[in-house]
T-cell receptor, first 117, second 120 residues
């Protein structure tokens, strides 16, 4: 139990569907992240939120739309995805405390395995 | 540009063997952090260790040990007397120190990972 919960664990969707991935952290952290893990590729950072504000968008296509309503919840809204978007999507959180070096120690969820048909 | 290279894609050992996972990194920063994470079949990445660039002392934690060599930009990970439960994908990562609104951000750059299989 890492304190970061992701739902659903598995998702199959067609290219015209709209779905959302949800992440919740119970660690009192202020920074949350979405990473994409594809086969044979390094983990790719997608988005970073620090104190509910998006501070990083790593050139992610607009068919992925993140939402961070508060420091404990992070969503990834999906629409008109492509088969190459099939991957494991990992959510993570870290301290992100003002004035303190964030050493980048991330706590990860178990991921949402997405398959786009 | 920052980069992490894990040249070993897959390693297979027999239980009780020692195994070393290699990690080489590139960065222009003078202050940075290095990490190892373990990803078991369940999917989540589990934090193992963090090292800052000013601390080259090697570290031992039970059967795990880490060798940080700044001169060769390497941060290798050794498992002594491996066990079947050690089977997982292991990721080395590099974090720069950046400052922004609300504090600093440590974006992690991951290597491609090394899949370790420990057979009984």
């Amino acid at each position: 139990e890492t304190g970061v919960t992701q739902t659903p664990r598995h998702l199959v969707m067609g290219m015209t569907n709209k779905k959302s991935l949800k992440c919740e952290q119970h660690l009192g952290h202020n920074a949350m992240y979405w990473y994409k893990q594809s086969a044979k590729k390094p983990l790719e950072l997608m988005f970073v939120y620090n104190f509910k504000e998006q501070t990083e968008n790593n050139s992610v296509p607009s068919r992925f739309s993140p939402e961070c309503p508060n420091s404990s919840h992070l969503f990834l809204h999906l629409h008109t995805l492509q088969p190459e978007d099939s991957a494991l999507y990992l959510c993570a959180s870290s301290l992100g405390v003002t004035g303190t070096v964030n050493t980048g120690e991330l706590f990860f969820g178990e991921g949402s395995r997405l398959t786009v048909l | 540009a920052q980069k992490v290279t894990q040249a070993q894609t897959e390693i297979s050992v027999v239980e009780k063997e020692d195994v070393t996972l290699d990690c080489v990194y590139e960065t222009r920063d003078t202050t940075y952090y290095l990490f190892w994470y373990k990803q078991p079949p369940s999917g989540e990445l589990v934090f193992l260790i963090r090292r800052n660039s000013f601390d080259e002392q090697n570290e031992i934690s039970g059967r795990y040990s880490w060798n940080f060599q700044k001169s060769t930009s390497s941060f290798n990970f050794t498992i002594t007397a491996s066990q079947v439960v050690d089977s997982a994908v292991y990721f080395c990562a590099l974090s720069e120190t950046r400052w922004g609104y609300g504090g600093s951000q440590g974006n992690l750059i991951f290597g491609k990972g090394t899949k370790l299989s420990v057979k009984p």
